[in-house]
């Protein structure tokens, strides 16, 4: 391959990766507009440690455990290519990956990907984990139970060789954070206030709009390098189209949302029309690239209904997800590798069986991991902070700080 | 000298603030507080339906000397009516003393 | 053309569709900053139901009707290629557009744009009007009335016939949305407070200057694919161009009105540079590829001035803009049309002629079909919420919603 | 060199202009979160001020100050290319930079970098400087200073002979921006209530924590730009070894900062990791092509401690600091150019010498410089508002504005 | 009638809404407020350790005739206690005349 | 017991803390209100230019012992003003009781 053409894909293959940690940026708004002031600084903590602590971890073993390179129809569920980084013979040579990037573009876009799931896992755990307990879900979460389902499909494992498919991760990185935040939700208990000792609901509201429209918006623009840069080149066909099927369902999941919400709730819920938005990617995400705009708007629409109803099952079942998190990643992200195999072209029975067969594999996986670490960080450090620094706040509590301190109202 | 705390919806605020002036009584303090009273809201925030009867509310604080007190007590009234639950109270304290911190003078001559 | 060059080309033309997609955030944190609390949640609401369904009705109908192929020299108004989207025999080699880009790209491009104009609108007329009535408003200025202007020009009709020239849209984009901006303010009248009985104008402060501030900075970001995707393929020499003219010129608009309305009002307003940095971006938008650096610090400096001139002339007119949307798109956007026949290449009497009569023409046609649609909107649906509602705030009215509900201020 | 080669690389090179450009929000954003409430207009106009005068003046003089192309060899300190800018003869080729870029993009790239050093000091001399004092400095220091520093290394002076490196400019942009910063300081004085009477120091909050965390992650985000555009093309190996020796080196200096000030302070400080993260970022800056992995981890480790050890000092000294802007961009500056020295490709006794050189003279250079300059606005100007001023904060002394005029926190 | 003053935690809030409730007051308005008191915190921002006797806290007014000020102030004692230094101050101040702004009407009458 | 309502210039505050805790008073409560009053700003928004009477000033809560009135009220007109028109004014009005919440007790005692 020539290097124009080596250098133009790695271009893109680099704009993705920035694109995909700028998503880090994007979850810290949504997550903070969409909680309590008096948690703000515990959850922009929480994410800053996310990527950068997800990235040195990819870097000491994460990539090795991920990308181990099973051998052509390797059985194993579990391989490690030693501690470290260090490139390859010819790395960063157009031979390394068809001439669609270099070793270190490589690490450095699956490095963004990994830190996405701990942050999945930050949105839904919100305002009442201890940092502590959260710190050591997060490292051995990313560190060891997202590679090594990775490397199933991604590494080549048992998953791609069977022939399933999950483009960009809609169960590979959204259902494996979800999992882990539903799990951890379960054990962790709703906020206090949630739900009245009637058991009926009461709604805690977001303390910014304006910060989780705007993550939204930069989640959207990220999804342009998490689906787009996994085609892993640049090639002209292939990467167009997923911008338009992602863009396309993006707009269908919002619309749809927002206008089944009005129908059932009767009010015009913003924050409804950003979990549809969100809904409507996180679904095309696995089939980004095989699908007509015709059915990425239907995939994204019907992301989006899923989304709101997931909502209220979770909210009847009193797990009290904060951000829609587990609606948004868990839920879409099931649906979206189903769909699979019902729309485009891959569409077949056969397809169904091997995308449900997926997704039935990587839950129980990550159902029992988490289990295995909820409980025993539940054991040891305990997950959950004291009544009072719950209801005083963990920025308080945890860090000794108001995230606007110096704010004041008065007038002109 | 009287003190009325007036409790006031927040878009009556312009009405009422230019019938107290009117009224001879330009000067006076108010804030934002959150009232609990008859008024009622039926919300639904992400699905979870609640009624709420915490509603935003503007308080004013207003000095005066005693003639004035029922003129700004009417304006009050006029201004900050709907005919609506949830119009909000009026309330009159005794005042013992005042003073102006600029020129350190006290009595009912600091309260314009 | 070789591969290489083709995929690089469309790197370029997919980093500046996000880009023009980002300009989305830009605008919903500009408007949101600018206008008042209580009807933030209502701008953020609107703002995503642009562009969500700005792209869905360009996928319906819009694409077709702006670029259905008008045929050389023909002369009608309007011409629709169909129903829906799908690519053309050859729409993804370097065939399709000389190798700039692939039809999917195309589309992508250009439906983040159609977004656009209806954004303008949306700062313009934000504060009072009725969800439903801009739904409309918004869906059919964006899926019909901009299209058919935009096949005009960009696709190959009368205006480009004649030989007009609007590079990225100075006219075709900024002042198509600000005529509507225009009309349909006039007919809402302005804000309740906003002029007094004596016909005094009070000032209606923004509730948010970061956020405001930080939309200004992601459009001037945005403006670099605006522009620069505007070339349509990732030339060099063009392309690097055209990302400096915008730059100085937005610079300059920046500096000059803040200058100037510190000279017309004694203060540093932070307002009037973030209005004259869009006023420079606009207004070089018509010509950024044809213009020199000191031309376009001129056009740039003048649109910073039109800009301060604009907002006062409105101010007196009674014309209530919250954001400042018809002085920027509007005034700037005609007089960076009228620009190229002024300065740069393109310079001459009969180019001035010809950029006065499309500025005229397509005035002419937006004035007409927003009269149309506001007056149909206003005798149907109304266009004004209840004056109880708009002191209320929209986000309670609409939205049973405060953008900042669990918001305190007391200390430490 | 082939046309696609030229492309592909100019298009690298414009992205990271733009995010070159982005950063600049990034240090609004951070700038204005750490400062109180008061003075946030003052600080957003600033930093628009800094942008925009910064590209003008760049594009009168700068420019042609810093890359007057010395002859081989040349030992002078200073040489000017003449008022103004236009390409010279073959600029657009891919003659002009062995088909790295094109002169436009060249000049913009840089343009971007100028502004830079400005708002270092802007970061600094927050909350009590004058804006007219202001104004004259960042012009005078970005409009001569900078340039000329910059020319003897990238401008191919006598530095760049010696064998001095700075990839990037950990020294060239910010040591120099953290020099005048120090400087002008040291003569403005702490913010009143900074430093009591009887010596103790007081904390001032900043008063918006997500504007703060947000700025941090867009100059993260930037830094792609700033040090992935300094390989001057999109070289593949190189550009992306660029991009995974940044992040890590920002990972480290991150999660270092935290525990570190963890460790000495018992909390857990979100700024101090904001801090860190940027503190690692400007210590690879100078070597970012030069380190494996694991030294870029040391190393933005140790510019993470150097930055909690710095807003200590500086704390011990008085030196009122509002936001760390000297402990990040001169402490870590300075770490990270002797860096060079010490690890990676480069590292020999004799280079570290070559960078403790180059970062003395430099140092002399800008102290003397700023020196010049603080006590000339000094005694002409005034550097600092008056004390009522102060009080009532610099929105409503300098600019009769309030950055959140409409805001009001009373529930539901 | 009298005007209850009452300084309490803001995480108190809830409990002494609710108690208050069960005594029969449903009606007032609340706002934040910054308390200086006896309760002070050691803390550290960027590395400068201070210590802070200003604490958040939440103002309640409460206007009711004069035979609900024990069961009130009951109520607010006991939900609003948690036994440690800061839990706060209520004070009973006179009040002379109320009215609601719906009707125009006056007297004690109004406080419900 | 009296309650002291002091209205400040938000920039005299440090101030008037300060002077208080010398007179021995160091428990008040305080937020932040706007107030009308004599002090006018001219100003221009967007080319709009308007007068504004609306001024941030600070109220301070005070309840104190009787004889603690006058030495507070002193410190707060020394400590806040500046000569200028807007330095604010001093309220005071009589309290019945006071109570602790964190023991219950009442009377002057609680004051401290
Ligand atoms: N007893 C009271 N003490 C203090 N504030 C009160 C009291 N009663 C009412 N308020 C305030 O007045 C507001 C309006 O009162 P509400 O009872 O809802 O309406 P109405 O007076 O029209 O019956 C309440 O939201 C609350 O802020
Ligand atoms: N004399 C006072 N006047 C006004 N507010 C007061 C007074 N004394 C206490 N407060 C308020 O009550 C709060 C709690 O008082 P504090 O003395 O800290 O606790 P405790 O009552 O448990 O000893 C203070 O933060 C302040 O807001
Ligand atoms: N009668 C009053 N009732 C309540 N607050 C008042 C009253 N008079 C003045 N204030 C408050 O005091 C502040 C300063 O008063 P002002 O009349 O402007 O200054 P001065 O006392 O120096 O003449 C006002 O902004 C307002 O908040």
Redesign the interface.
């Given at each position: 391959m020539?290097?124009?053409?080596?250098?133009?894909?790695?271009?893109?293959m680099?704009?993705c990766?920035?694109?995909v940690?700028?998503m880090?940026?994007g979850f810290?708004?949504l997550e903070?507009?969409l909680t309590?002031?008096k948690n703000?600084?515990n959850i922009?903590?929480k994410?800053?440690?996310v990527?950068?602590?997800g990235?040195?971890l990819y870097?000491l073993a994460g990539f090795n455990l991920m990308y181990p390179g099973f051998e052509e129809g390797a059985t194993g569920f579990f391989k490690f290519a030693g501690w470290?980084?260090?490139p390859p013979e010819g790395g960063?040579?157009a031979a390394y990956a068809s001439g669609g990037?270099?070793?270190?573009?490589d690490?450095?876009f699956q490095?963004m990907f990994a830190a996405t799931a701990a942050t999945i896992i930050s949105g839904a755990v919100a305002e009442r984990i201890k940092?502590e307990a959260f710190f050591v879900i997060a490292i051995l979460y990313v560190g060891i139970v997202y590679p090594i389902v990775g490397s199933w499909q991604w590494g080549g494992g048992f998953l791609y060789n069977w022939g399933f498919y999950d483009f960009a991760g809609s169960t590979l990185v959204h259902s494996v954070g979800g999992w882990a935040a539903l799990i951890t939700i379960y054990f962790l208990g709703a906020r206090i206030?949630k739900y009245s000792a009637d058991g009926t609901?009461?709604?805690?509201?977001?303390?910014?709009?304006?910060?989780a429209?705007?993550g939204?918006?930069?989640l959207?623009?990220g999804w342009?390098g998490f689906n787009?840069g996994s085609v892993l080149s640049?090639?002209?066909?292939t990467?167009?189209?997923v911008?338009?099927t992602t863009?396309?369902a993006?707009?269908?999941g919002?619309?749809v949302a927002?206008i089944f919400?009005h129908i059932?709730?009767?009010?015009?819920?913003?924050?409804?029309?950003?979990n549809g938005?969100l809904g409507g990617l996180v679904a095309i995400t696995a089939g980004a690239d095989q699908m007509?705009?015709?059915e990425a708007?239907i995939i994204g629409a019907i992301g989006g209904i899923i989304v709101?109803l997931a909502?209220?099952l979770l909210?009847k079942l009193k797990l009290d997800d904060p951000v829609?998190a587990i609606a948004v990643h868990l839920f879409a992200g099931m649906w979206g590798t189903l769909a699979v195999g019902i729309f485009g072209n891959m569409a077949s029975t056969k397809q169904f069986m091997l995308q449900l067969a997926g997704v039935g594999i990587v839950g129980a996986f990550c159902v029992l991991s988490a289990l295995l670490l909820v409980l025993v960080v539940n054991a040891t450090i305990g997950l959950r902070v004291t009544k009072?620094q719950e209801?005083?706040g963990l920025d308080d509590a945890?860090?000794?700080?108001?995230?606007?301190?110096?704010?004041?109202?008065?007038?002109? | 000298m009287k003190k009325i705390e007036a409790l006031i919806r927040k878009t009556q605020f312009e009405d009422v603030k230019n019938r107290l002036h009117e009224a001879g009584v330009t000067f006076f303090s108010y804030w934002d507080v959150t009232g609990l009273g008859n008024e009622n809201k039926g919300r639904v925030y992400r699905g979870v339906s609640y009624s709420t009867s915490a509603i935003e509310r503007r308080m004013l604080s207003i000095v005066v000397n005693d003639d004035f007190v029922e003129p700004a007590v009417q304006a009050i009234i006029e201004a900050g009516g709907t005919g609506n639950i949830g119009d909000g109270k009026i309330f009159v304290l005794p005042v013992e003393e005042a003073y102006r911190i600029r020129t350190g003078e006290k009595g009912g001559d600091t309260l314009n």
């Open positions: 020539d290097t124009a053409l080596f250098t133009a894909n790695n271009v893109w680099m704009i990766t920035a694109l940690f700028f880090h940026m810290s708004l903070a507009g309590r002031q703000t600084v922009l903590f994410n800053f440690f990527i950068t602590a990235l040195l870097a470290g980084i260090a960063m040579t990037y270099t070793w270190w573009t690490f450095l490095g940092l206030g609901s009461n709604p805690i509201f977001g303390h910014n709009m304006p910060l429209a705007g939204v918006l930069i959207w623009l342009f787009g640049a090639d002209p066909a990467t167009s189209l911008l338009v863009s396309l993006a707009s269908a919002g619309i927002s919400s059932l709730y009767k009010n015009y819920d913003l924050t409804m029309f950003m938005v007509s705009t015709g708007m709101v909502i209220a909210e829609g009072e209801i005083g945890e860090h000794g700080m108001s995230a606007y301190a110096d704010f004041s109202v008065s007038k002109k | -």
